[in-house]
Structure formats: structure tokens, C-alpha cells
């Protein structure tokens, strides 16, 4: 039988690394400069897609927050990589329609109107 303080101690760390995790993706998807950051999820999303399908919701929501932090002059100038980036994603998407798949892919981003 396991002892209380021992299932207590590991969901405490297990609650530890989930706060440490959600705090390094806020940071990778708010502090990297799109220059910088699209390339890379582009070329994450296109190497995951092949054999990590059930791990693009994290790479998602990384984008997903960086695109919201973004200024009207960044989504402009970045615009032609972000539509084709999602142009990719949606590809996918209806490539992997069938019913009886379990991957969930985010291509929704709200993005500012000023």
C-alpha cells in the first residue's frame, strides 16, 4: 500500500513541473522574436507531423500564445509565413480526417483587431 505522504510528495512535484512547464512555454512563446520563433515552429511543426502528431497541441499552443503578443506591424510583415504555416496545418488536417483518429491538432489562433 502506498503511504500517503509518498502519493501526496509526487503529485506535488507532478503539479511543480506543470507550473515549471506552462512558465517556460509562456516564456519561449512571449520573449523569442517572430524572426526567430516561426522559422523554428515551422520546421518543429513539419518533423512532428511525421511521427509526433499527439505532441503538436503543445507546439501549437506555444504559437497560438506568441501570436497573440504580437503587434499589428509583426502579424503584417510575418503575415505570408503565418498563412502558409497554417495553409500546412489545415493539409494536414483534412489529410487526417478519418474517423477513428485520435489527433488533435489547434490551427486556431485569435488574433488582435485594433
Do not use: W
Not at 522559422?39 to 502528431?53: L, N
Amino acid at each position: 500500500m502506498l503511504d500517503s505522504s509518498s502519493s501526496s510528495s509526487s503529485s506535488s512535484a507532478a503539479a511543480q513541473l506543470a507550473v515549471r512547464l506552462a512558465a517556460l512555454r509562456s516564456s519561449i512563446a512571449t520573449r523569442l522574436p517572430p524572426r526567430v520563433l516561426l522559422p523554428t515552429v515551422s520546421r518543429c511543426y513539419g518533423t512532428m507531423v511525421q511521427d509526433r502528431k499527439e505532441q503538436l497541441v503543445a507546439l501549437m499552443s506555444i504559437l497560438k500564445e506568441h501570436i497573440g503578443h504580437m503587434d499589428r506591424e509583426q502579424l503584417s510583415f510575418h503575415q505570408s509565413e503565418l498563412t502558409s504555416f497554417f495553409l500546412t496545418a489545415l493539409n494536414f488536417r483534412c489529410e487526417h480526417h478519418q474517423v477513428g483518429t485520435r489527433v488533435k491538432v489547434l490551427c486556431y489562433c485569435e488574433l488582435p483587431v485594433s
